[in-house]
């Protein structure tokens, strides 16, 4: 397969549903014939509307399973789709007149309401209806009776444009070719055993390139989608839906691991009494603890020592047996019984929750890339030895590490991550100067620190996030952003500290353990923002950063700390840290003042 158009043929040939999503409970599948029928007459339905290749056409759309066939019969058409999930009408004016798409598809009437002022009318094609707006069934109806042909596009023709800011500020148009894409999908699923049997669920946002790829991927094979449109009810309908692959970013694998915490709880005393009944010696392990949660936790952690240390002895085993009994066999039930593969992107994913999930019986795989790499570089199942490392780059990929002065790193030093490959974009969107300096000789600057030991790649940092203290000393904030996240009390964490003499942190509670500490506690509220001040919250939260401080890798302690209300996020679920930053620019100014003084 060279270029998307090959997707859509096979697809005609495949009696088996596509896709399927729930909206207020009632279940819609879209079968392969359908959406053959669909893209191809989405295709032809926009040459009946004197559209030509090379043409653009704006996809304002977040999750409705129906931008599936207008973003694959654009590209089919040979124009280009330019997918966004719009937050706001300045936004929406930038992005309109930077692209000057030819016609624009909107989701609903909130999408609407931020295009229409940048926007003529009759131009705007909806998915949901709404009055005096063409519907985007009408261009599905034209082309099923049109009989124009469509043209064959070449590996090289530009299929997306897409907008993306990322975690850094102003969008950026990302041109991805027909042959960007194949060439990533067809790597991928030599990297990861799937088949048409197996059944993808995902919760992302569909413009975004991750899950985009995942449903190509799905495409490919021949295995069914099922899209989750309403995150409230994700849980049970990936219960419902008993997925085998459920591809994610590491904020939700934290959250779910987070919610299920509930189910430790609950059976931590079941799991005491299935280890006195094997007459395990309880003292010796768990240390007097009476509190079934905290029981539970310790015999987790135990289990997932034995596995990294190799230890197979008979008590071993009937911990990892009775902690599967009562506790990983319930996790696994929670999502649908059938599941094998867990797979992370977007973003790093802290050591203790990628063992969290492989000790609860899963297939944990990793992947990393941008946007530019359309999307992945380097990933594949995770090895239990080796959990900082993300894995090698795919089969067509090359990752050259290189120093300030650009000369290649030893193995293992750190330095700036070059990629190289089919995958990598044509350039930015009317931005020459800003893609002369972020290629250069077919290599892409990919803007992350990390290291290369016999092929095999670790993230380390982020360059736009590192900073240097008042000393002249680089801090990665990521080391110390993961290890806040590993405990359940912390949603997120944000190292702040540049030219300081010591960092401090910015802190966004788990609500749910928060909400749980203050009945703990008995502390009467009648806001949450009220328990962030409580000085028996804060004894808590400072116990953590404690904990964190001691850990022999953190280098430079973390002076203090601050509980915030809210966190900022991009749709894929990464801290927007230069908004955050922002936000909260007060309480860091306080930090500053009083570590600085």
């Known amino acids: 397969m060279a270029t998307l158009q090959d997707i859509v043929m096979p697809m005609g040939f495949r009696n088996k549903n596509c896709v399927s999503w729930r909206e207020n409970r009632i279940k819609y599948n879209i079968s392969y014939p359908q959406m053959f029928e669909l893209t191809v007459n989405f295709s032809k339905g926009l040459h009946e509307l004197d559209l030509m290749p090379g043409d653009r056409v704006g996809v304002y759309v977040k999750q409705h399973p129906k931008a599936i066939p207008v973003i694959l019969g654009t590209d089919n058409a040979g124009l280009q789709d330019m997918p966004k999930d719009l937050s706001s009408t300045e936004e929406a004016r930038k992005i309109i007149e930077h692209s000057d798409p030819n016609i624009v598809i909107v989701e609903n009437r909130a999408v609407l309401e931020m295009v229409q002022p940048h926007y003529p009318k009759d131009r705007i094609f909806s998915i949901e209806p709404i009055d005096g707006i063409r519907s985007v069934d009408e261009i599905f109806a034209m082309g099923a009776k049109s009989h124009a042909t469509i043209p064959k596009v070449d590996e090289n023709d530009i299929a997306s444009i897409i907008y993306t800011s990322g975690t850094t500020g102003e969008p950026k148009g990302v041109m991805l070719t027909h042959g960007n894409y194949m060439s990533n999908y067809e790597s991928v699923q030599r990297r990861i055993p799937l088949s048409s049997n197996d059944k993808f669920v995902s919760a992302m946002p569909i413009f975004h390139v991750y899950p985009r790829a995942v449903i190509m991927d799905a495409l490919i094979l021949g295995a069914e989608t099922y899209g989750i449109i309403n995150l409230k009810t994700a849980p049970e309908e990936i219960k419902l839906e008993s997925p085998t692959v459920f591809p994610s970013v590491p904020r939700v694998w934290d ?15 079941h799991f005491k009494e299935l280890l006195k009944k094997a007459h395990i010696d309880l003292e010796k392990y768990m240390h007097g603890e009476t509190d079934p949660k905290k029981f539970a936790e310790i015999g987790i952690n135990l289990d997932i020592q034995n596995m990294l240390s190799g230890n197979h002895s008979f008590k071993a085993w009937m911990i990892h047996e009775a902690l599967d009994k009562v506790i990983y066999s319930s996790i696994r039930e929670n999502y649908g019984g059938r599941l094998r593969d867990v797979i992370s992107g977007g973003s790093a994913m802290s050591e203790h929750l990628i063992l969290f999930y492989m000790i609860s019986g899963f297939n944990f795989y990793q992947g990393y890339g941008l946007t530019e790499t359309a999307p992945i570089l380097a990933g594949g199942l995770q090895d239990v030895h080796n959990l900082s490392a993300v894995g090698p780059p795919l089969d067509n990929v090359l990752l050259d590490i290189r120093d300030n002065s650009g000369h290649r790193c ?20 009317k931005n020459p100067e800003l893609t002369s300096q972020t290629i250069e000789n077919g290599w892409l600057d990919t803007g992350d620190i990390g290291n290369l030991i016999n092929n095999i790649l670790t993230i380390t940092g982020r360059e736009y996030d590192d900073f240097k203290l008042g000393n002249g000393e680089k801090v990665h904030p990521r080391e110390y952003e993961s290890l806040a996240e590993d405990y359940e009390e912390i949603e997120a964490a944000v190292l702040v500290g540049k030219d300081w003499k010591s960092p401090a942190m910015l802190i966004y509670p788990n609500m749910s353990e928060l909400k749980f500490m203050a009945r703990r506690l008995g502390i009467r509220y009648n806001e949450e923002s009220e328990l962030l001040l409580d000085p028996r919250i804060q004894t808590v939260y400072k116990w953590i950063i404690d904990k964190i401080n001691d850990r022999k890798e953190i280098r430079y302690k973390i002076h203090d700390f601050r509980l915030i209300p809210e966190i900022i996020i991009t749709p894929t679920q990464k801290v927007q840290r230069g908004k955050l930053l922002e936000k909260y620019s007060a309480e860091i100014s306080e930090l500053s003042e009083a570590i600085n003084k």
Do not use: C, Q, T
């Open 410 to 429: 030893m193995p293992g030093i750190d330095g700036k991550i070059f990629a190289k490959g089919p995958n990598i974009m044509l350039g930015y969107y």
């Open 255 to 269: 959250n779910s691991k987070k919610r299920f915490n509930e189910v430790i709880r609950e059976r931590g005393a």
